[in-house]
């Protein structure tokens, strides 16, 4: 079984920054995709950021320029920086990795818990 690992987030005024990280609880045979999505209260969990194992990587329009997603494919851990953070961008955030756990075991997605990240003055 694997557990995806979240720390990083926090309250920080609007203009401020945020360093994310999720990191996989047992080193995994590949990880294909991960990436980053959010949820706001009442609203739909929508994508922030992706990065496939080749690094290519995409942004929600939003964040564009603002966040930037990175992996260290030896630590089984993704990172989402974050500067310039507006209060829209209050969330829980959570990460996502799809990929193997061992040669030959299904391809399957697995979520972090969420983290709690509040632009506020």
């Known amino acids: 079984q694997v557990q995806l690992v979240e720390s990083g987030g926090g309250l920080v005024q609007p203009g401020g920054s945020l360093r994310l990280s999720c990191a996989a609880s047992?080193?995994?045979?590949?990880?294909?995709?991960m990436g980053w999505y959010r949820q706001a209260p009442g609203k739909q969990r929508e994508l922030v950021a992706a990065?496939?194992?080749?690094?290519?990587?995409n942004y929600e329009d939003s964040v564009k320029g603002r966040f930037t997603i990175s992996r260290d494919n030896a630590k089984n851990t993704v990172y989402l920086q974050m500067n310039s953070l507006k209060p829209e961008d209050t969330a829980g955030y959570y990460c996502?990795?799809?990929?193997?756990?061992?040669?030959?075991?299904?391809?399957?997605?697995?979520w972090g818990q969420g983290t709690q990240v509040t632009i506020s003055s």
């Open positions: 996502n990795m799809k990929g193997l756990v061992t040669w030959g075991s299904p391809l399957l997605t697995y």
């Open positions: 047992r080193i995994m045979f590949n990880i294909y995709d």
């Open positions: 990065i496939s194992r080749d690094g290519s990587v």
